[in-house]
């Protein structure tokens, strides 16, 4: 069992940034692969962002990239989404998910744990 739980979610202006953090439980979490999702108002939840459980491998949406770099410590059972450039479209509760696999880069589906979840507001 992994339990994850994000925090830093808040009211940012546009052109903002913010960082979220998600940690985790348990002792293979270096094994895991990473990936946060958000849910936007009246939307489906979408990919944001992954990375691999060495951190060697990141990939993201193309409504992210360049913008949104995600980050693991994994001393610290930690992975991070830096937000720089927020826009109001970025409102969204964002999750963090982890699965038992590589990850190669692309969207990441069938996720085994998730957080609660933070809310992001980006105002104009």
């Known amino acids: 069992q992994v339990q994850l739980v994000e925090s830093g979610g808040g009211l940012v202006q546009a052109g903002g940034s913010l960082r979220l953090s998600c940690a985790a439980s348990g002792r293979t979490f270096s094994t895991y692969t990473m990936g946060w999702f958000r849910q936007g108002p009246g939307k489906e939840r979408e990919f944001v962002a992954g990375?691999?459980?060495?951190?060697?491998?990141?990939d993201y949406a193309d409504s992210v990239k360049g913008r949104f770099t995600i980050s693991r410590d994994n001393a610290k059972n930690t992975v991070y989404l830096q937000m720089n450039s927020l826009k109001p479209e970025d409102t969204a509760i964002y999750y963090c998910?982890?699965?038992?696999?590589?990850?190669?880069?692309?969207?990441?589906?069938?996720?085994?744990?998730w957080g609660k979840g933070t809310l992001v507001t980006v105002s104009s």
């Open positions: 998910a982890t699965a038992r696999t590589s990850y190669s880069g692309g969207p990441l589906r069938g996720m085994d744990y």
């Open positions: 990375i691999s459980w060495s951190g060697g491998k990141n």
